[in-house]
């Protein structure tokens, strides 16, 4: 089992940033992929980033290259989110959640990631 805490949600006016922190517990030997994703009202569940455990190599969705930066802590086993230039259109819950060795196939699919955090409100104002 792997254990999810996100932190760092909040309320911020278009422009504005925000820091999102994910810490592991657990069966944090066998991370694959730590991924953010996020759910707006009435929205399916959609990937953001997602980070390879070992060796760092990150991926963004479309709507957030450029603007967020996913990066990690790996004595902490701690994953980070950095928005910026944050846009109404990016309020949503957002989620953390790993993929383990030996499951699923995708960085990007929700279906493929094993553990998830509670998630934390974004909100941003225009």
């Known amino acids: 089992q792997v254990q999810l805490v996100e932190s760092g949600g909040g309320l911020v006016q278009a422009g504005g940033s925000l820091r999102l922190s994910c810490a592991a517990s657990?069966?944090?030997?066998?991370?694959?992929?730590m991924g953010w994703f996020r759910q707006g009202p009435g929205k399916e569940r959609e990937f953001v980033a997602a980070?390879?455990?070992?060796?760092?190599?990150?991926y963004y969705a479309d709507s957030a290259k450029g603007r967020f930066t996913i990066s990690r802590d790996n004595a902490k086993n701690t994953v980070f989110l950095q928005m910026n230039s944050l846009k109404p259109e990016d309020t949503a819950v957002y989620y953390c959640?790993?993929?383990?060795?030996?499951?699923?196939?995708?960085?990007?699919?929700?279906?493929?990631?094993?553990?998830w955090g509670q998630g934390t409100q974004v909100t941003v104002s225009s």
């Open positions: 959640a790993v993929r383990q060795y030996g499951s699923g196939r995708s960085y990007y699919s929700p279906d493929d990631y094993n553990y």
């Open positions: 657990g069966r944090t030997f066998n991370m694959y992929y």
């Open positions: 980070i390879r455990w070992s060796g760092g190599n990150t």
